[in-house]
């Protein structure tokens, strides 16, 4: 069964602390694996698509990496405006994405 | 930029009303998707499209039907709301299957 694991739930950053977020996966035939973010009562605005292993992207503070396992979402020099859930999400051999449950981040000045 | 809208951003209905969630996007994609998102369980796959008058089920199809006439037009209909239906309600659209999906800002339904 494709699964889709993130951790952890919550994260606490001051300004300017980098840290990573985790996305562990398991999907028969990987096609894609996405990153959103979600502000609270709007819809995920998308981020990053990786399709292969060793692929990174990277969108100013932001970089999300893949392994044959895994995704990080590395933050750098986090901003309070950068406080947000982060989703991340697969798409296997059904064409279904399958989501995780998020990651909720918050950044104190 | 890809833009999707939803018609309502908040709406409230009574038990076993009929309602429509209308969803348009203007990027001519030929993927549109339906979600609902619950605290603790995420997001759902409720119906999705890949073409006009085509749809299939998703995960959690029960208690909801759609619609797609025209290419950028896909509509979520709740045939008897109930309250359990009350939730997030989320429309998304990619070009290819295989690509991101793009969301809409959501609905936010109560049922009462």
């Known amino acids: 069964e494709d699964q889709v694991t993130q951790s952890p739930e919550a994260l606490r950053l001051q300004e300017g602390e980098s840290s990573s977020l985790n996305c562990s996966y398991t999907?028969?035939?990987?096609?894609?694996l996405f990153w959103y973010r979600q502000d609270p009562g709007k819809g995920p605005e998308f981020l990053f698509t990786?399709?292969?292993a060793g692929e990174e992207k990277e969108k100013e503070r932001l970089k999300a990496t893949l392994t044959k396992k895994e995704s990080f979402l590395h933050i750098t020099a986090p901003k309070p405006e950068d406080s947000a859930t982060y989703l991340c999400a697969v798409l296997g051999g059904s064409y279904k994405l399958i989501f995780g449950s998020g990651t909720r981040l918050l950044v104190r000045p | 930029d890809v833009k999707v809208t939803q018609s309502s951003r908040y709406l409230v209905k009574r038990t076993g009303e009929k309602v429509f969630l209308e969803c348009v996007q203007d990027m001519d994609h030929e993927n549109m998707f339906w979600y609902r998102q619950d605290p603790g369980l995420g997001l759902r796959l409720i119906y999705f499209?890949?073409?006009?008058?085509?749809?299939e089920k998703g995960d959690i199809p029960e208690g909801y039907s759609v619609s797609r006439e025209k290419k950028e037009r896909f509509s979520l209909i709740l045939e008897s709301a109930s309250t359990n239906q009350t939730s997030m309600y989320l429309c998304a659209s990619s070009l290819r299957p295989y690509n991101e999906q793009f969301f809409g800002p959501g609905t936010r339904l109560t049922v009462l």
């Open positions: 499209s890949y073409d006009v008058k085509m749809k």
């Open positions: 999907v028969s035939g990987l096609r894609g």
């Open positions: 990786l399709y292969s």
